[in-house]
């Protein structure tokens, strides 16, 4: 597609502001101030698109809830990347004919990764008739129009159409107060891993404007944010849409040239995209925090191509070895899968091999899960549950011990960190990261939050490192 035909025009984002003000303009009519319950689940792109949402919601004359039952609207923003993320939103759902039952007014809204599957539309619109709105995350920036339809037609609206997927700029948004910000610098996926549901439901990859993202990430710099993350589910491939050969170590180094004391990260990067260049520049770009996340899923070369990962075992420790010799100081972290449709006990034995070779700082690991719709969820699938099990406890027994030594490593010795709120620990109330965004718990006053500090380490875990200002 051209890119005109992708980034929305500004005039259907102004008449959305229009929806919104008539939406206002209703409630206050009623002299009424409605309250809205938002809950977001999945990655940090769902959060990301939550603050949207909200955005839109508090240009509605909504306020916020945490409580479902006194709320006038609630909204539910899915994840649909394991079977267990979508039962816990079923769930969810079921909960809410309580609420709409004591308030037939209630509007109760289904949006996000889950709502862009057929498959859970229809079985929305059978099962679940206390629902009103229903739109994927292509349709996220016509949700005030959408939310009009419902209050003026008193219907049931539904809006899921398979669509490539725009770009919407200007959108409100309502972020998280303290120090951290997360900014999406592109939507969709075109990679297709076979497990993978994202690029069914996130349509296809698509690079926002770099200026549009460096005047983000300046006016959150301004406003005082310090720990910015930038989004997209394969950074990597940022600007091959783009006319001008821009492309993702271009944006970093572009945005690491704005005035001030923060860091900036990034997420997820993919293996076959990653290239020495953008090592380099993380390296020599002051602001870009010394941390990465590098999803291998797997070590068995098999397996990664039946993922259709399009690398190899070998390729990837290459690019680690080449990261770690121009940033010794590399906190790494990176995902796993265990159990994929025909892996064998010895094919995960070289995930948890890959796993000791590289000593990631920290892993997120999951098990297999099909989803409807995948290559991988056709594929024969001998292996037990069991099995499978045993399997995922053996690298994660591998992965704390490995977790617990680096930690270890850091005691005693003094780091900069960014207090980043309180940790609910008594004897450490402060929260804190880390450059590599290790969480480190905290002596201290509240005073201290949003400060980078020097700290001296005096413990650590598995999950966490303790310390105290110098
Ligand atoms: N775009 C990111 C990943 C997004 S999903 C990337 O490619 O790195 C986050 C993680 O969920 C994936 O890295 C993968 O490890 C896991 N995942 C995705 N689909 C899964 C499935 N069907 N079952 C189990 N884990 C899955
Ligand atoms: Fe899914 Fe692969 Fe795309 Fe990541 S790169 S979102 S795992 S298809
Ligand atoms: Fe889930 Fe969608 Fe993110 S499926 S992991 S919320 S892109």
Request: proline share 5%; net charge negative; glycine share 8%.
């Amino acid at each position: 597609m051209k890119r005109e035909e992708i980034v929305i025009p500004a005039a259907d984002i102004a008449r959305q502001r229009d929806f919104q003000e008539k939406i206002k303009a209703m409630f206050a009519a009623r002299q009424a101030h409605p309250a809205a319950c938002v809950e977001t689940f999945g990655c940090q792109q769902n959060v990301a698109d939550g603050q949207r949402l909200m955005g839109m919601l508090e240009a509605c004359g909504f306020t916020f809830t945490e409580e479902a039952r006194e709320a006038d609207l609630v909204l539910l923003n899915t994840c649909a990347i394991r079977e267990h993320a979508e039962q816990r939103v079923f769930g969810n759902l079921g909960i809410l004919t309580h609420s709409k039952r004591e308030n037939p007014e209630q509007v109760i809204v289904l949006c996000g990764c889950m709502a862009q599957e057929e498959r859970v539309a229809r079985r929305v619109r059978e099962s679940y008739r206390h629902v009103d709105l229903v739109f994927g995350p292509q349709a996220l920036w016509r949700f005030p129009e959408l939310l009009w339809q419902v209050y003026e037609t008193k219907k049931r609206v539904f809006s899921v159409a398979d669509e490539h997927g725009g770009i919407a700029e200007g959108l409100p948004v309502v972020r998280e107060r303290g120090v951290k910000a997360w900014v999406s610098v592109m939507y969709g996926c075109n990679n297709f891993c076979s497990y993978c549901i994202v690029p069914y439901v996130r349509g296809r990859e698509r690079s926002r404007d770099p200026r549009a993202v460096m005047e983000e990430v300046r006016q959150l710099v301004e406003a005082g944010y310090k720990d910015i993350t930038l989004l997209g589910q394969n950074v990597n491939s940022y600007g091959n849409d783009l006319e001008g050969g821009f492309h993702f170590p271009e944006l970093l180094e572009e945005i690491d040239r704005i005035p001030g004391d923060y860091w900036i990260r990034f997420m997820s990067s993919h293996p076959k995209d990653a290239t020495p260049r953008l090592f380099d520049v993380m390296a020599n770009c002051p602001h870009v925090a010394k941390q990465l996340h590098l999803p291998f899923q797997s070590g068995n070369n098999r397996v990664l191509g039946e993922m259709n990962r399009r690398y190899t075992r070998e390729k990837y420790l290459e690019l680690i070895r080449y990261a770690r010799s121009v940033m010794p100081e590399l906190v790494l972290t990176s995902d796993v899968i265990i159990g994929f449709p025909g892996e064998t006990e010895a094919e995960a034995m070289d995930t948890v091999s890959l796993v000791e070779e590289v000593g990631f700082d920290a892993l997120f690991t999951f098990l297999y899960s099909p989803r409807p719709g995948t290559r991988a969820a056709e594929l024969p699938d001998p292996a037990s549950r069991e099995d499978k099990q045993r399997w995922f406890d053996r690298l994660l027994e591998v992965q704390n011990g490995h977790s617990a030594r680096i930690h270890a490593g850091y005691v005693g010795k003094t780091v900069r960190v960014l207090a980043d709120g309180e940790s609910g620990d008594e004897a450490f109330p402060l929260s804190s990261r880390t450059e590599g965004n290790r969480l480190v718990r905290l002596k201290g006053d509240k005073e201290l939050i949003g400060r980078f500090l020097d700290v001296r380490i005096t413990g650590s875990n598995t999950w966490a490192l303790y310390g105290e200002p110098v």
